[in-house]
């Protein structure tokens, strides 16, 4: 009897224990062998998640094959791989959703299978078929599987039929905004409207009442046709302040399907997740239990065989609700690999290559906690996207205390963000024994995190997972509009964070103004110092606010900054003039502040994430700037700037129309908006 055999013997129940034992223990050798997949995969994707793909292709001997626009001619993901090929220009749908170019570079350089990522074709069951008639393994599901998750309404028949909790609603196509109307009043409002083929947020809404049921109906079957071509719309009850929550399969191909727990994925913006984690802090053992049965109960119905995710929708009183399947590698599968210990990765290739799990549910517990927070090159204030050159970029790895960071990205210092593409920079990983020590560390490396050249949402990623309401666990997908109803402003420093941001001013300026005296060796002086002071007298400006300053160089190197009425701190630091990281000590106290950039005296500094404008003058400089009036800022009236980068898809107005305030001028279109 083959390894193989005994394998899938050990993955059924058996009523002799110990007969069951010894199996396991089988079942656990075989599984540290490398099992024979596949010489040469070809990854359909891009960035990031390319990236993550490679790396186990690599550990497990695999060659891999790149996919690439012109866009991406540079990328990480094209210099990771062992073979890179042209698909197309920039537009995604002339390149990596053009299936007819994928399947070219697959047969030009003889992949024996293809790993889709997420997104693009993942979860194309056209795409899987025309692999199976070349040969080729497709890593993921089977095409009825892929067919019937993918459409909303098939994929909630299924669920009631294999018994899973689904959302009231009605079960068809809705024909128009009259029959919307209709079926509103008959479930009750709320009521979410949402199209059958999307995903992303594409084609949802949520209305309140008529009105809103006839505007949502027809801007969602809009947003629909444009995305997806499908405009087809279902309706549901709306479950208002839910929580949203995950639970990770894997199934093989020989009838096998475990879950790995849950993901807590409520923290979210324009229906699309912004962190996540693992466990969650809500579920208690028996509705872990009931929703992750349910999640492989359906997975059973479809004969799926890879790894997917049912995602759920979670009351406060737990009862819980399927909401979709998820055919592919979830963007936030890292998390669930930090506390299982399960590389999802390789577990989809070997069940690809026909392979059994080498996993049994008991094998799955919970290890620890991991948070995941998407850093995205976008406005933090309005979720916009941003485009640009990475002219600086810094992992927070290396020093004590992000020892438990993982960074998965696609790009390095150099890269461009282009607005051809999701603006995705990296996602960042903590893991720890408990919540807390995980949630410190994701502060710490978020303080350690260095990105300059397009906006990032940093700021409010440093600020939600500070804020009392995340800490407690009292979270659902509404917690961004809750907590920041005005949009996000940015964080108000506390006293002693205050003194913590003028203290490493004052050392900046003071160490740039050593310097400068030692310029080309001439002996030049500059304003308010003695040739080799030891004491400076300054004025520190931050949001209008003046802060006079004496500091005091210590024997020792450290700097004691005296901020009147008795009070002082002391900084220690390395930080050398230029280095964008000033890794210092004050008052004992570990801090990370980022200098950003300098203008004139203007000091750009980020702290906890947020960035603030600090000047810092000699005290002589300051009383005269008094008298210096303020240049006043050029008049823009004249000028119409797009909130954000995107294609053009219609202009609403022609030269020398009267417009007023509110009033469409032009519809851009961006990734994830």
Known sequence: ????????????????????????????????????????????NRGEIACRVMRSCHEMGIKTVAVYSDADTQALHVRMANEAVRVGPAPASESYL????????????????VHPGYGFLSENNVFAEELEKRGVVFIGPNKHAIHVMGDKLESKRTA???????????D???????????????IGYPVMLKASAGGGGKGMRIAWDERGTREGFVLATEEAKAAVNDDRMLIEKYIDKPRHIEIQVLGDKHGNVIYLNERECSIQRRNQKVIEEAPSTFLDPETRRAMGEQAVALSKAVQYSSAGTCEFLVDANRNFYFLEMNTRLQVEHPVTELTTGVDIVREMIHVAAGHPLTLSQEDIGIKGWAVEARVYAEDPVRFLPSIGYLSTYIEPKGRPGLENVRVDTGIVEGSTISMFYDPMISKLITYGSTRDEA????????????????????????DIITQPRFISGDINT???????????????????????????????????????????NQDRQSEDTDPNPLEWDLVVTINKEKVPVRTVWEDDGSLQVELGGGKSVMLNTNWRV???MMLAEVDGKEVSIQFDSRRGRRLYLRHYGNKYQVVVQGSKSAELAKHVPERAAEGQTHILRAPMPGVVKSIACAPGDLVEEGSTIVTLEAMKM
């Open 1 to 44: 009897m083959s390894a193989a055999t005994l394998l899938r013997l050990a993955q059924r129940p058996r009523r002799c224990g110990r007969v069951c034992g010894l199996l396991r223990d089988l079942r656990r050798c075989y599984a540290t062998q490398e099992l024979k997949t596949f010489e040469k995969v070809l990854i359909a």
């Open 98 to 113: 053009d299936m007819e170019a994928i399947l070219k570079a697959i047969e030009q350089t003889g992949a024996q299978a």
């Open 160 to 170: 009631m039929e294999a018994k899973v909790n689904t959302i009231p609603g009605f």
């Open 172 to 186: 068809g196509v809705v024909k128009d905004a009259d029959e919307a109307v209709k079926l509103a009043a008959e």
């Open 439 to 462: 949630l410190d560390i994701m502060a710490l490396a978020l303080d350690n995190y260095c990105i300059r050249g397009v906006n990032h949402n940093i700021p409010i990623l440093r």
């Open 478 to 520: 509404n917690f961004i509009k809750e907590v920041y109803p005005g949009g996000f402003k940015g964080r108000e420093l506390s006293g002693e964070e205050k003194d913590e941001l003028v203290a490493a001013a004052c050392f900046m300026h003071v160490r740039r103004e050593e310097l400068a005296r030692q310029f080309l």
């Open 578 to 580: 230029g280095e964008p």
